[in-house]
């Protein structure tokens, strides 16, 4: 996997004090849950326990069934998931991209994109991506052509996508059909420079 940025995101300081703000704002939470296998939260539900008013669950964040929630954390909460199953993710994602001005003060807007490696069919889903940068040297050129639909008469011979190729990318079937189109594109792209 490329990086582009490595940076600390505070992501289990964050969660804590969201959690206490919540514990000591909210007087008729009941109920907190927290999904994360990182112990650095047992200052945390130590704390919330102590207040005696939450029912306290922890989801590790794992597909494997062989990996369990930790032992600290499984002994601090009331109730504990061991695993989480891909379609309980997938129905959980959030849309394939949202616009964000939250790493600025200023007006700008930022667009934030689901990893095409977690579509079902990831492999063919960064074929495509890299098929295309491959031809457009563009990072956003290829999401331009992936959240469209395709022209028509560029794919001459290939049944026409339902949807833009992003929205279609969870299934294997339409994946290799978008891996088509990429195709009939670039050839077309080439063709046309010629």
Not at 60 to 73: N, Q
Not at 162 to 185: F, G, M, S, T
Request: aromatic share 8%.
């Amino acid at each position: 996997m490329e990086v582009w940025r490595i940076e600390e995101k505070q992501t289990d300081v964050n969660i804590a004090v969201r959690a206490m703000r919540d514990a000591y704002e909210d007087p008729e939470l009941e109920h907190m849950i927290f999904v994360s296998n990182d112990t650095d939260l047992c200052g945390l539900l130590k704390h919330l326990n102590s207040m005696g008013r939450f029912t306290i669950g922890v989801v590790a964040p794992s597909f494997d069934e062989s990996r369990r929630a930790s032992k600290d954390l499984v002994t601090l909460s009331n109730w504990t998931r061991h695993n989480l199953k891909a379609d309980e993710l997938e129905f959980s994602q959030l849309p394939h991209k949202i616009e964000t001005n939250a790493r600025s003060e200023e007006k700008l807007k930022y667009l934030l994109r689901k990893p095409l490696g977690w579509y079902g069919s990831n492999n063919n889903a960064e074929k495509v991506f890299d098929l295309l940068f491959s031809e457009l040297k563009k990072r956003n050129a290829c999401y331009k052509w992936i959240e469209q639909q395709p022209i028509p008469q560029v794919s001459t011979g290939l049944p026409d996508l339902q949807a833009p190729a992003i929205e279609l990318l969870n299934d294997d079937k339409n994946a290799e059909l978008i891996l088509k189109h990429v195709e009939a594109y670039i050839a077309y792209i080439k063709s046309k420079n010629t």
